[in-house]
């Protein structure tokens, strides 16, 4: 079983559309979770954090279920810059270092 | 002010043959850290660097190694190439306050072909 375990889709929605990513992850060590945005062969960028009280920037809302082991995003008024591959992302600390263990993604496709 | 980078952005390797790959972290910070991402498939950790140090290890075969230098560029060769680390290869840099973990910014990647 994978550590971190996302549909990989693809989401295929209308522009104005919502939808939502989950994720579930293994490890219950785990310590700070993320969604990071990733375009056709660009590195990964930061989206936003993860917080079990539920995290707003915008268009986007992230919240985390520790007791479930699970991550999700929700994106309103989907727009066509949308389109992309979104990362789950875990964070956990080890005792002299701390590594990102990564979803293998969700693919949305944004259609006019 | 610079992000992270990586060189050489492209490169094709044959299969026994040894690579080594760079970054210079973004300024202000102090850890490297190295992540392969085969085509489909999410970043997966390799190493973490730290005051010169591994710090952290991912499950690599020791046919990788890095090295971080004084002024925190690092360094990830690979030795014995075969034909699956043709991958993306990706260098991540944050900066450690008070034994807190701060954010990763990815470098743009160097992309490996072993043929």
């Known amino acids: 079983r994978k550590e971190v375990e996302q549909d990989p889709g693809p989401f295929n929605v209308p522009e104005g559309a919502t939808v939502a990513f989950n994720c579930t992850y293994s490890n219950s060590a785990s310590q700070s979770f993320f969604w990071y945005r990733q375009d056709c062969r660009k590195e990964p960028k930061l989206l936003m954090s993860?917080?079990?009280s539920g995290n707003e920037d915008g268009r986007f809302t992230a919240q985390l279920n520790r007791a479930s082991q699970y991550i999700s995003l929700l994106i309103r008024d989907s727009k066509l810059s949308d389109s992309a591959t979104y990362l789950c992302?875990?964070?956990?600390?080890?005792?002299?270092?701390?590594?990102?263990?990564f979803g293998g993604g969700t693919r949305l496709m944004v259609k006019p | 002010d610079a992000g992270v980078t990586q060189s050489p952005t492209h490169l094709i390797k044959t299969r026994g043959q040894q690579v080594t790959l760079r970054c210079s972290p973004k300024?202000?910070?102090?850890?490297v850290s190295w992540y392969q991402q085969a085509l489909g498939q999410g970043p997966q950790f390799i190493f973490q660097?730290?005051?010169?140090?591994?710090?952290q290890r991912g499950n690599f075969p020791d046919r990788f190694s890095g090295h971080q230098f004084p002024n925190y560029s690092s360094e990830l060769n690979v030795n014995a190439l075969l034909l699956g680390d043709s991958a993306l290869y990706l260098c991540?840099?944050?900066?450690?306050?008070?034994?807190?973990?701060?954010?990763?910014?990815f470098g743009p990647g160097t992309r490996l072909t072993v043929l």
């Open positions: 991540a840099s944050s900066f450690r306050a008070g034994g807190s973990y701060n954010e990763q910014f």
């Open positions: 992302v875990v964070n956990s600390f080890g005792n002299a270092g701390n590594m990102l263990t």
């Open positions: 660097y730290y005051e010169e140090e591994e710090r």
């Open positions: 300024s202000g910070h102090d850890t």
């Open positions: 993860v917080y079990s």
